[in-house]
């Protein structure tokens, strides 16, 4: 296991989350629909309307991992946290970087009360739905996601 250091981000991570999320998408073979930019990030995630928060896994003053959530609602349990993307650099994979920025992020979610803690993970993702699974977390097969995509 490797320690690295959980923090909150600030606005000078952005460009190596931004990295690390391009990386995301490469691995989940849909880089062609990233077009965000750490720009972007930084106006989302620190501007005067925040819409998202975001920790970061740090060795050496390098990020290496993100997990980035936000409070989405639940008409049936209330406040929900929601992790939307959450990445390890993939040379430090399997070295409990992953399991350090999970935890911080499910205390974040007990910490709020809120009443459920949510994210997606890709039917494929072998060693993704591995990880959940130590978890005893729920993975639902029942529910189809749907979306419209304006960009």
Known sequence: MIKSTIRTA???DM????NLIRELAIYEKSEKEHINTA???IIDGFGPEKI??????????IVIGFALYYTSYSTWKGSCLYLEDFLVTERL??????KQLFDEVLAIAKKRNVGRFEWQVLDWNE?????YRKYNSTLD????NGKISFK
């Open 10 to 12: 600030q606005p000078n």
């Open 127 to 131: 060693p993704a739905l591995n990880f």
């Open 15 to 18: 460009e190596q989350v931004h």
């Open 93 to 98: 994979r399997g070295k409990g970087i992953g």
């Open 39 to 41: 720009e972007q990030l």
């Open 141 to 144: 097969e029942e529910w189809i």
């Open 52 to 61: 998202f928060d975001c920790i970061v896994a740090e060795i050496d003053n």
